[in-house]
C-alpha cells in the first residue's frame, strides 16, 4: 500500500495531489450527468458558465502539469499566454488556444481524466522539487496545493448554482493552512503595513477536529467553521455572509482583504452576492 507524504517513514506519495483528485472528483459527481445546454448555466462568479470554469480549470491543470513536466513546454506556454491575453485582456481568449473547441460533456469527460492524470505525476514527484510558475517559482507541494485550492474555491459557483449544499472533507486542511500561510501576501498586495501578530485560528473540521494555528490569543482571534475561513480567503464568500467569530482589529481587517491566490488584489464579492440557490 502507498504511503502518504506526511507519514513517517519511506513512502512518497503526495497527499496534496491525491486531495486534488478527491476534490476534483466529488466536483465532476455533480456535473457528469448535465447536458450540453445545462453546462451552460451561468454561475455568479462573473457570469461564467459551468463551461468557462470547467475549461478554465483545466487550461491551469495544463500549465502545472507542464510545469512539473518539461521547462521548454512550461516556456511555449507561457508564450502562447502573453501573445494571446496580450489582444484583448480576456483569460477566456488565452484559454480557447488549450480548450480547442471542447466544450460540454466532452470538456467534462477530459478534463476529469486529466486530473487524474495530473493527480498521479504530482504524487510521485519529489514536494520540495522547484518549479516554473506565471510569477515566482515555487515548491511540488505548493502547485499541487494551489490547483486544490482553484478547484474547490470555483467548483464552490458551480454548487451555488446547481443549488447544492456542499458537504466538504477535511482535505480543506491544505486551503486552511494556504489561507493561514498567505496572512503576509494579503497586506503586500493591498499596500496595507503588515501587523506584528498573526490572528489565533481556531477552526472546526467538517470531521469536527479542532485545528489550532499561530500562538493562542483570545485579544486576537479568528474561531470558526474552517469551511467558512476557506471561503473567505479563497473570496468565494463575503466576510458578513459566513458564521466566523472574529476577536480583534486585525483579525477583522485580515478577513476583509484575505486573498489566498496569487495576482493583483483582489476585492471579496459583495455581501449577500454569493450563496447557494436552493430549489
Known amino acids: 500500500m502507498l504511503k502518504?507524504?506526511?507519514?513517517?517513514?519511506?513512502?512518497?506519495?503526495?497527499?496534496?495531489?491525491?486531495?486534488?483528485?478527491?476534490?476534483?472528483?466529488?466536483?465532476?459527481e455533480q456535473i457528469k450527468s448535465l447536458s450540453d445546454s445545462e453546462l451552460n448555466k451561468k454561475t455568479a462568479f462573473?457570469?461564467?458558465?459551468?463551461?468557462?470554469?470547467?475549461g478554465h480549470l483545466h487550461t491551469w491543470n495544463i500549465a502545472a502539469d507542464r510545469s512539473l513536466t518539461s521547462n521548454d513546454d512550461f516556456a511555449e506556454y507561457v508564450k502562447i499566454f502573453n501573445i494571446e491575453y496580450?489582444?484583448?485582456?480576456?483569460?477566456?481568449?488565452?484559454?480557447?488556444?488549450?480548450?480547442?473547441?471542447?466544450?460540454?460533456?466532452?470538456l467534462i469527460q477530459l478534463w476529469n481524466k486529466y486530473c487524474h492524470e495530473v493527480s498521479?505525476?504530482?504524487?510521485?514527484?519529489?514536494?520540495?522539487?522547484?518549479?516554473?510558475?506565471?510569477?515566482?517559482?515555487?515548491?511540488?507541494?505548493?502547485?499541487?496545493t494551489a490547483r486544490l485550492m482553484e478547484t474547490w474555491a470555483h467548483g464552490q459557483a458551480i454548487y451555488d448554482a446547481?443549488?447544492?449544499?456542499?458537504?466538504?472533507?477535511?482535505?480543506i486542511k491544505n486551503i486552511t493552512v494556504l489561507g493561514n500561510n498567505t496572512?503576509?501576501?494579503?497586506?503586500?498586495?493591498?499596500?496595507?503595513?503588515?501587523p506584528e501578530v498573526i490572528p489565533y485560528l481556531k477552526l472546526t473540521a467538517p470531521s469536527g477536529e479542532i485545528w489550532t494555528f499561530n500562538d493562542a490569543?483570545?485579544?486576537?482571534?479568528?474561531?470558526?467553521?474552517?469551511e467558512d475561513f476557506c471561503?473567505?480567503?479563497?473570496?468565494?464568500?463575503?466576510?458578513?455572509?459566513?458564521?466566523?467569530?472574529?476577536?480583534?482589529?486585525?483579525?477583522?481587517e485580515w478577513m476583509s482583504i484575505a486573498q489566498c491566490f496569487a495576482g493583483p488584489a483582489e476585492s471579496p464579492p459583495a455581501a449577500g452576492s454569493r450563496f447557494t440557490v436552493i430549489k
Open 86 to 106: 496580450s489582444k484583448r485582456q480576456k483569460m477566456s481568449d488565452f484559454e480557447k488556444v488549450f480548450l480547442d473547441g471542447r466544450e460540454g460533456v466532452d
Open 183 to 194: 496572512f503576509r501576501w494579503c497586506y503586500t498586495v493591498h499596500g496595507r503595513s503588515l
Open 46 to 54: 462573473k457570469d461564467w458558465s459551468i463551461n468557462n470554469i470547467i
Open 120 to 144: 498521479d505525476r504530482f504524487k510521485l514527484a519529489d514536494p520540495k522539487k522547484r518549479v516554473k510558475w506565471m510569477g515566482p517559482d515555487m515548491s511540488v507541494k505548493s502547485s499541487i
Open 217 to 226: 490569543s483570545e485579544e486576537n482571534m479568528i474561531q470558526g467553521k474552517a
Open 231 to 252: 471561503q473567505v480567503v479563497t473570496q468565494v464568500r463575503n466576510i458578513a455572509d459566513v458564521k466566523l467569530n472574529l476577536v480583534g482589529d486585525i483579525a477583522k
Open 4 to 28: 502518504k507524504e506526511n507519514q513517517s517513514g519511506i513512502n512518497k506519495v503526495l497527499v496534496q495531489a491525491i486531495d486534488f483528485k478527491d476534490e476534483s472528483d466529488a466536483l465532476y
Open 162 to 171: 446547481l443549488g447544492v449544499l456542499r458537504v466538504n472533507e477535511d482535505r
